[in-house]
């Protein structure tokens, strides 16, 4: 009788050991995060005001929003971007874990000049990308607008939120 319990709790054990193992080989699905047009900004020539670019932007103002920035995502259109606002005048550093395409960060002073760039920043790294100036603002768009639109440090950048 007593080989029989124990066979009987053996197989119970098992069955639920496997019933635990496959629960772990689940796979959850998430959808895409989706760019959603929050405001508009416009990027101008320092020397003579004219137009660079004018973008669609998300605005990441929020704590929970400025740390998640554009993780998870898989692409943007060049004509977006994500424009940071934070709420102190800072030395703000960034990196790209969880972020899956490179990016152009653009650092912007609070008196809206571009103060500093951080050029085609490779995704998932964890580098630190410092604005090595103190900013007010970071645009973050595609790997390779800053030099295809020609950017210049003291170039202003304006926006407004929808």
Same mark, same amino acid.
């Given at each position: 009788?007593?080989?029989?319990?124990?066979?009987?709790?053996?197989?119970?054990?098992?069955?639920?050991?496997?019933?635990?193992?496959?629960?772990? +080989?689940?796979?959850?699905?998430?959808?895409?995060?989706? %760019?959603? @047009? $929050?405001?508009?900004?416009?990027?101008?020539?320092? &020397?003579?005001?004219?137009?660079?670019?004018?973008?669609?932007?998300?605005?990441?103002?929020?704590?929970?929003?400025?740390?998640?920035?554009?993780?998870?995502?898989?692409?943007?259109?060049?004509?977006?971007?994500?424009?940071?606002?934070?709420?102190?005048?800072?030395?703000?550093?960034?990196?790209? +874990?969880?972020?899956?395409?490179?990016?152009?960060?653009? %650092?912007? @002073? $609070?008196?809206?000049?571009?103060?500093?760039?951080? &050029?085609?920043?490779?995704?998932?790294?964890?580098?630190?990308?410092?604005?090595?100036?103190?900013?007010?603002?970071?645009?973050?768009?595609?790997?390779?607008?800053?030099?295809?639109?020609?950017?210049?440090?003291?170039?202003?950048?304006?926006?407004?939120?929808?």
């Amino acid at each position: 009788m007593k080989n029989f319990k124990f066979g009987i709790y053996f197989i119970i054990g098992m069955l639920i050991f496997q019933s635990c193992k496959e629960e772990s +080989k689940k796979v959850i699905k998430t959808e895409p995060v989706a %760019f959603k @047009k $929050e405001g508009e900004l416009t990027i101008f020539k320092s &020397e003579t005001d004219s137009v660079i670019v004018p973008l669609n932007i998300e605005i990441a103002d929020s704590e929970y929003e400025t740390q998640t920035g554009l993780m998870y995502r898989q692409s943007m259109e060049n004509e977006q971007g994500m424009l940071f606002v934070f709420s102190d005048v800072a030395m703000h550093s960034f990196y790209m +874990k969880n972020t899956e395409f490179p990016l152009d960060l653009i %650092f912007i @002073k $609070e008196n809206m000049s571009i103060g500093s760039f951080q &050029e085609n920043a490779q995704p998932l790294s964890e580098s630190s990308l410092s604005s090595k100036v103190p900013v007010k603002y970071v645009l973050e768009v595609n790997a390779g607008l800053v030099a295809k639109w020609a950017l210049k440090v003291g170039d202003s950048v304006a926006y407004k939120k929808l």
